[in-house]
């Protein structure tokens, strides 16, 4: 299953997982791709860079619309909870091995719950669950946009070119708002995309 | 910890809802690593059903699928 996105491709989603931590967001989506995407070393990062779509710009873009959450240690510790202590104390006891599976056992409400043919494992890079890695909530419109890439790349995997065309495609993901907002038209971006793919 | 806390107002549901999903996440992880331990202790489902007050049945449809203890 795994096998559907391109090496690459995979590499843009990890990225993109990571810097739903850095915002504390508690959900996977477009915008986190599209970050995701200028990380990497491929075809739609340099588009984007040249349409001056820099990892920063979004980042600073992804605050504006969506904004920060907060750390999960700051919530708990709202209701009275000592959630290093309760992660200690769970290692301490389990192993820390166990914890992590742990994590990516209690799954996100079904919303959020990664598309069907998903593996069943974390993309890789450790994410925000209440104890330690795991998965996070795959918001819908991201949902949708890995469909589109992969059934336009079948029977090849997608590759991250793939990825930002279904950004596009979908059309109503923060990620395209972002777009948007830099003044970038989406018309321009499909079709330097489609012109790279054949 | 407490300073964090302190800065943050209670009072902003944003902030105690989302602050209750967190303690749903952490209990759900909780929940596993407890029921795996009592599954590699040899527990049956009935016996971790009554500790968890729910019944034998929705105990397993939940957690038939972890793993037993030293299983990948």
């Not at chain 1, 090496?7 to 970050?35: D, K």
């Not at chain 1, 979004?58 to 309760?86: C, F, H, K, M």
Request: hydrophobic share 40%; proline share 5%.
């Amino acid at each position: 299953m795994f096998e559907r996105l391109d090496p690459s491709a995979r590499h843009a989603l990890e990225l993109a997982q990571r810097e739903t931590v850095r915002f504390h967001h508690n959900y996977l989506g477009t915008e986190h791709l599209l970050i995701g995407l200028t990380l990497t070393d491929s075809f739609p990062a340099r588009l984007l860079a040249k349409l001056d779509c820099t990892p920063d710009a979004v980042r600073s873009a992804v605050v504006d619309v969506i904004g920060r959450g907060r750390p999960r240690e700051q919530l708990l510790a709202t209701i009275g909870i000592d959630l290093g202590e309760v992660r200690r104390r769970a290692e301490a006891t389990f192993g820390s091995e166990a914890v992590a599976y742990a994590a990516t056992r209690a799954l996100p409400r079904r919303r959020l719950s990664p598309p069907r043919w998903w593996p069943n494992c974390s993309v890789g890079a450790p994410c925000e669950s209440a104890l330690a890695g795991g998965w996070l909530g795959m918001a819908p419109r991201l949902k949708k946009v890995l469909e589109l890439a992969t059934r336009h790349a079948a029977p090849a995997p997608a590759t991250p070119t793939h990825l930002l065309l279904g950004i596009v495609e979908e059309g109503n993901g923060v990620a395209c708002q972002i777009l948007e907002r830099r003044g970038i038209k989406l018309a321009v971006v499909t079709t330097a995309a489609q012109a790279e793919l054949s | 910890m407490t300073v964090l806390a302190d800065a943050v107002d209670s009072r902003d549901p944003s902030v105690g809802l989302a602050a209750v999903a967190t303690l749903r996440t952490l209990v759900e992880e909780l929940e596993v690593l407890h029921v795996e331990n009592a599954r590699a202790c040899g527990w049956s489902w009935q016996a971790i059903a009554d500790e968890l007050g729910v019944t034998r049945q929705s105990v397993h449809k939940k957690h038939r699928t972890t793993r037993r203890r030293g299983q990948r």
